[in-house]
């Protein structure tokens, strides 16, 4: 059974269309690797399935990664964004 199904997936931002109907079930011990060229959808598709952007069709996850009602899935940004000048040192943490 797959860990992570999309059916039909599509998300748009406004008026423009950054994925449609996608379909993907990604499986235990599957290495997935998305790629494409800027702005082809592929920092939303990781989006939608973490449910940080509103999408169309649907998103299911096994029971195995549920955690508190929510996956349990780890998610590192391209970029993150913090103050860098933030006035507090590691060792004073």
């Known amino acids: 059974m797959a860990l992570v199904t999309l059916r039909d997936v599509t998300v748009r931002y ?3 269309v ?8 990604i499986f235990e011990d599957d290495f997935l ?3 494409g060229p ?3 959808g592929k920092s939303t598709l990781v989006k939608a399935i973490m ?3 509103p999408h169309s069709g649907s998103i299911d996850f ?7 009602g929510k996956p349990h899935i780890g998610y590192l940004p391209q970029v993150s964004s913090f103050d860098k000048v933030f006035p507090i040192s ?4």
């Not at 950054?18 to 079930?25: H, T």
């Not at 590691?90 to 943490?93: H, P």
């Open 51 to 53: 449910g940080v952007v």
């Open 18 to 25: 950054a994925l449609e109907g996608v379909n993907l079930e």
């Open 90 to 93: 590691v060792l004073e943490v």
């Open 14 to 16: 406004d008026d423009f």
């Open 62 to 68: 096994d029971a195995s990664i549920m955690r508190h």
């Open 38 to 40: 800027n702005g082809g």
């Open 33 to 35: 690797g998305i790629i």
